[in-house]
């Protein structure tokens, strides 16, 4: 599953690819179906077409209301007998790069130039590619997470059996996982997730909050390098790393402000509360000993000034004593207490 159109989300379906728009899903280029065309993967490139990756060539696809338009890109001999190809990224040159059959790595300029990337002899078994912002690219490598190095070569980052994923988040830490190692490289440094460790992750997405969410699954590694099975898997795991930058000053708690009136009051009296941010609020009243006597109010309220009326019943239906009662109000990020005199 991909998004595209900015929006979308794009799946392949035994009826071929299908857009959901947040309300139906809509046929998408659904002559790509059968074993023929099966389909390895699609990009959107924000500048121009979709690229989907099939058995049979890369298709350069324009969607129009009309006629959708293909042009079918062969992949020349010599560069993946299976024709198979994989996690399709763009450079920040508008380049095409690619995974092809045993790890190699390729680029297309978009122009019927296809090159296989320098490192690819020292990547076979590659699973996974990322490129950065800058260019760099990176890779789960048979043995390492690594990223390219025009003059060095592999620069290896932490150790892995059958490395499986390589991503890029929004902040710019690059995850990376296989087996013995799980984890994101942020300046200069390789932090492992404990919790993960020692099975791999091959899927990872942001849950929006700060968190990522991993899977987690164990390799045989006694299979044959390249075809590892999975074995037991562990579900789904979500890890929040720590800032990015330098600390900021933490915002100060939002403060309740509240009121009773009349008070001292008889039969009634009407309390009111301004939330400075919209929040769930309960408010509830107690006597001096401590013991709530009635909730009269429960409900999600927006920033502002809001009342609320007592009328000195119980939640049992019993009216109160003349005596001292408290009235507490509770939110997820604040909470205000005051006191009210009953006069009979």
């Known amino acids: 599953m991909r998004i ?28 790509l179906k059968g ?5 390895r993967d699609i990009l959107d490139d924000p500048s121009g077409p979709i690229w989907i990756s099939t058995n049979t060539g890369l298709l350069e696809y324009y969607h129009s209301s009309d006629v959708p ?63 950065e912002d800058d260019g760099t690219l990176w890779a ?5 997470i690594s990223w390219w190095d025009s003059i060095r ?4 980052v932490a150790d892995v059996t059958e490395g499986s994923l390589v991503q890029i ?44 969410a991993l899977n987690s699954f164990d390799i ?16 789904i795991w979500e890890f929040v790393p720590g800032p990015v930058s330098v600390e900021e000053e933490p915002e100060p708690l939002p403060v309740l ?6 008070n001292p009051f008889n039969p009634s009296t009407t309390i009111q509360f301004s939330l400075p941010k919209a929040a769930e609020t309960t408010l509830s009243v107690y006597n001096i000993s401590g013991q709530k006597v009635a909730t009269i109010a429960h409900d999600y309220y927006s920033a502002g000034i809001h009342s609320v009326r007592w009328d000195a019943m119980t939640d049992s239906g019993n009216q109160c004593s003349s005596g001292i009662y408290l009235y507490r109000i509770q939110t997820q990020y604040a909470d205000t207490s005051g006191k009210i005199v009953l006069m009979r």
């Open 153 to 156: 070569g592999w620069q290896d």
């Open 140 to 144: 789960a490598r048979a043995n390492n």
């Open 220 to 235: 045989d590694i006694y299979g044959d390098p390249g075809h590892m099975e999975r074995t037991d898997s562990y579900g």
């Open 4 to 31: 595209i159109f900015g929006d979308e989300i794009v799946a392949y379906t035994d009826f071929g690819l299908k857009t959901y728009d947040g309300n139906t899903w809509n046929a998408f280029a659904d002559t």
């Open 69 to 131: 338009s293909y042009t079918t890109h062969v992949f020349p001999q010599g560069i993946s007998q299976k024709k198979q190809f994989y996690h399709l990224s763009l450079d920040p040159d508008g380049e095409l790069i690619m995974l092809a059959d045993y790890g190699a790595i390729i680029t297309y300029d978009l122009e019927d130039e296809w090159l296989v990337h320098q490192g690819s002899t020292g990547s076979l078994y590659t699973k996974d590619i990322a490129v």
């Open 169 to 212: 988040d929004d902040a710019g830490r690059v995850w990376g996982s296989g087996y013995g190692a799980t984890g994101y490289y942020e300046d200069g440094e390789w932090h492992t997730i404990d919790i993960l460790n020692p099975h791999a992750s091959s899927s990872f997405t942001v849950n929006g909050n700060g968190g990522y």
């Open 35 to 39: 074993e023929d065309d099966f389909i």
């Open 257 to 262: 402000e509240s009121t009773a009136y009349p």
